[in-house]
C-alpha cells in the first residue's frame, strides 16, 4: 500500500471521527441522559509527561519533520480558519498532483532533477497534517501584517540594488543564495517547511540545545544556561539563539541576523521566539512569534507542528552549483548573445 492510500485512510478515520463528535456534541443534555442514564463521566484524558534527558531536561531529541501542506498564508477565497477533513484531504491530493506533473520539455525544470523519481515530493514520505486553513494564527486572518513604510522603503532600495548589480547570472554574487549553497529554506529560524528533505535532529547536552537542518546540514547551537545575548557586532546569516525552559516547553529567542538573507523582507532587526513542547511520543508543537518593527508593526505568530520521522540524516552535500558556476554562467553568456543577435536582426 503505498502512501498516499494511507494518508487516505487516515483522513477517512479522522473525518469519521470528527462527525460522531458533532453529533453527540449536538444531543441536548436530556438527550443524552436518557439514552445513557446509567453511564459514568470518562475520566479526564491524562496529560502527557514527556520523558527526561540524564540532566532532568525535558527530553526533545530525535529525528523530526515539519513537511507540510498547509501554506503559511491562509489562501484567497479562504475565509475559515479551519477545513472539513474531507476538504483538508481535497487540498493535499490536488497539491500532491501538482508535485507530480510533468515537467515541460526544453524548460529550466525540465534539466532539474525529477522529484518524483527520487522521492522528494512530500506525499512520498512522512508530512504532517493539519484541518488548519493556514499555519498563521495570528493575526487571525491567517495572513502576515502589511508592511510598514520602512520596510516598503528597504524592499524598493533592495530592488533597485539588484538592478544596478545586473541579472542573477550576470557574476556569481548575483546567484541565488540557495543556489551558491550557503543557506537554504528550512534553517530557521524560524523552522519553515523546506518543501523536500524537510527534517532535523535535536541533541540535547547539559547546557546546550543543538538542531541539525538538513538542507544545507546547518547546525544551530543553543545556549541554554541564562547568558546575554551577544553584542550586536556580532552577526550570522541564522542569527545567534539564546534557550531557557518554561516547564516542560523550550523557549528560544533569536536576534543578531545578518540582514543577508531576509525572512519574508525583515531585515537585521528580526526577532524570532520559538516554543518547542513535546505533546506525545511522535510530535512536537512548535509556535513561532516574528517581530521586526521596522518591516511590520505588529508581530505575528504561527504554529508548524513538528512530527517524529525515521534517522539518521544523511549529509545534503549541495555542491551541483559549486563545481557548475562558470558553466551556468557561460550558459547565461550565451543566452544574451542570441539575443543580442536576434534583436540585430529584428532591427535590420
Same mark, same amino acid.
Given at each position: 500500500?503505498?502512501?498516499?492510500?494511507?494518508?487516505?485512510?487516515?483522513?477517512?478515520?479522522?473525518?469519521?471521527? +470528527?462527525?460522531?463528535?458533532?453529533?453527540?456534541? %449536538?444531543?441536548?443534555? !436530556? &438527550? #443524552?441522559? /436518557? *439514552? =445513557?442514564?446509567?453511564?459514568?463521566?470518562?475520566?479526564?484524558?491524562?496529560?502527557?509527561?514527556?520523558?527526561?534527558?540524564?540532566?532532568?531536561?525535558?527530553?526533545?531529541?530525535?529525528?523530526?519533520?515539519?513537511?507540510?501542506?498547509?501554506?503559511?498564508?491562509?489562501?484567497?477565497?479562504?475565509?475559515?480558519?479551519?477545513?472539513?477533513?474531507?476538504?483538508?484531504?481535497?487540498?493535499?491530493?490536488?497539491?500532491?498532483?501538482?508535485?507530480?506533473?510533468?515537467?515541460?520539455?526544453?524548460?529550466?525544470?525540465?534539466?532539474?532533477?525529477?522529484?518524483?523519481?527520487?522521492?522528494?515530493?512530500?506525499?512520498?514520505?512522512?508530512?504532517?497534517?493539519?484541518?488548519?486553513?493556514?499555519?498563521?494564527?495570528?493575526?487571525?486572518?491567517?495572513?502576515?501584517?502589511? +508592511?510598514?513604510?520602512?520596510?516598503?522603503?528597504? %524592499?524598493?532600495?533592495? !530592488? &533597485? #540594488?539588484? /538592478? *544596478? =548589480?545586473?541579472?542573477?547570472?550576470?557574476?556569481?554574487?548575483?546567484?541565488?543564495?540557495?543556489?551558491?549553497?550557503?543557506?537554504?529554506?528550512?534553517?530557521?529560524?524560524?523552522?519553515?517547511?523546506?518543501?523536500?528533505?524537510?527534517?532535523?535532529?535535536?541533541?540535547?547536552?547539559?547546557?546546550?540545545?543543538?538542531?541539525?537542518?538538513?538542507?544545507?546540514?546547518?547546525?544551530?547551537?543553543?545556549?541554554?544556561?541564562?547568558?546575554?545575548?551577544?553584542?550586536?557586532?556580532?552577526?550570522?546569516?541564522?542569527?545567534?539563539?539564546?534557550?531557557?525552559?518554561?516547564?516542560?516547553?523550550?523557549?528560544?529567542?533569536?536576534?543578531?541576523?545578518?540582514?543577508?538573507?531576509?525572512?519574508?523582507?525583515?531585515?537585521?532587526?528580526?526577532?524570532?521566539?520559538?516554543?518547542?513542547?513535546?505533546?506525545?511520543?511522535?510530535?512536537?508543537?512548535?509556535?513561532?512569534?516574528?517581530?521586526?518593527?521596522?518591516?511590520?508593526?505588529?508581530?505575528?505568530?504561527?504554529?508548524?507542528?513538528?512530527?517524529?520521522?525515521?534517522?539518521?540524516?544523511?549529509?545534503?552535500?549541495?555542491?551541483?552549483?559549486?563545481?557548475?558556476?562558470?558553466?551556468?554562467?557561460?550558459?547565461?553568456?550565451?543566452?544574451?548573445?542570441?539575443?543580442?543577435?536576434?534583436?540585430?536582426?529584428?532591427?535590420?
Amino acid at each position: 500500500m503505498n502512501r498516499r492510500s494511507l494518508v487516505s485512510i487516515g483522513t477517512l478515520v479522522l473525518g469519521i471521527a +470528527v462527525v460522531l463528535s458533532a453529533s453527540i456534541a %449536538a444531543q441536548t443534555p !436530556a &438527550a #443524552a441522559a /436518557k *439514552a =445513557a442514564p446509567a453511564a459514568k463521566a470518562a475520566p479526564a484524558a491524562k496529560a502527557y509527561t514527556p520523558p527526561k534527558t540524564p540532566d532532568g531536561q525535558p527530553d526533545l531529541q530525535g529525528f523530526w519533520t515539519n513537511s507540510t501542506y498547509v501554506p503559511l498564508e491562509r489562501a484567497q477565497g479562504v475565509t475559515k480558519e479551519f477545513y472539513t477533513p474531507d476538504e483538508a484531504q481535497a487540498a493535499i491530493k490536488a497539491a500532491a498532483d501538482r508535485e507530480a506533473e510533468q515537467t515541460e520539455p526544453g524548460t529550466t525544470a525540465d534539466v532539474h532533477y525529477d522529484f518524483s523519481q527520487f522521492g522528494l515530493d512530500r506525499s512520498q514520505s512522512k508530512f504532517t497534517s493539519s484541518l488548519r486553513t493556514s499555519l498563521i494564527v495570528d493575526p487571525p486572518d491567517g495572513k502576515i501584517p502589511p +508592511v510598514n513604510a520602512q520596510g516598503q522603503k528597504r %524592499a524598493s532600495e533592495r !530592488a &533597485a #540594488a539588484r /538592478k *544596478a =548589480a545586473g541579472g542573477p547570472y550576470d557574476s556569481v554574487q548575483n546567484m541565488p543564495i540557495g543556489s551558491r549553497c550557503i543557506i537554504m529554506g528550512g534553517s530557521g529560524p524560524p523552522m519553515m517547511n523546506a518543501g523536500y528533505n524537510a527534517n532535523y535532529q535535536i541533541v540535547q547536552a547539559p547546557g546546550y540545545v543543538m538542531i541539525l537542518t538538513e538542507m544545507i546540514h546547518d547546525a544551530r547551537i543553543i545556549p541554554i544556561d541564562n547568558r546575554s545575548q551577544a553584542s550586536q557586532g556580532v552577526r550570522q546569516w541564522t542569527g545567534l539563539s539564546r534557550g531557557r525552559w518554561e516547564g516542560n516547553t523550550l523557549v528560544v529567542e533569536t536576534t543578531n541576523f545578518n540582514g543577508k538573507n531576509p525572512f519574508r523582507g525583515a531585515s537585521e532587526n528580526l526577532k524570532v521566539t520559538e516554543r518547542f513542547t513535546r505533546v506525545a511520543d511522535d510530535a512536537i508543537d512548535y509556535k513561532f512569534t516574528v517581530e521586526d518593527p521596522t518591516t511590520w508593526d505588529k508581530a505575528w505568530t504561527a504554529e508548524a507542528p513538528l512530527a517524529k520521522t525515521e534517522g539518521p540524516i544523511f549529509e545534503f552535500a549541495c555542491h551541483e552549483t559549486n563545481y557548475g558556476i562558470s558553466n551556468i554562467l557561460a550558459g547565461a553568456r550565451a543566452e544574451d548573445k542570441t539575443k543580442a543577435e536576434q534583436a540585430k536582426k529584428g532591427s535590420n
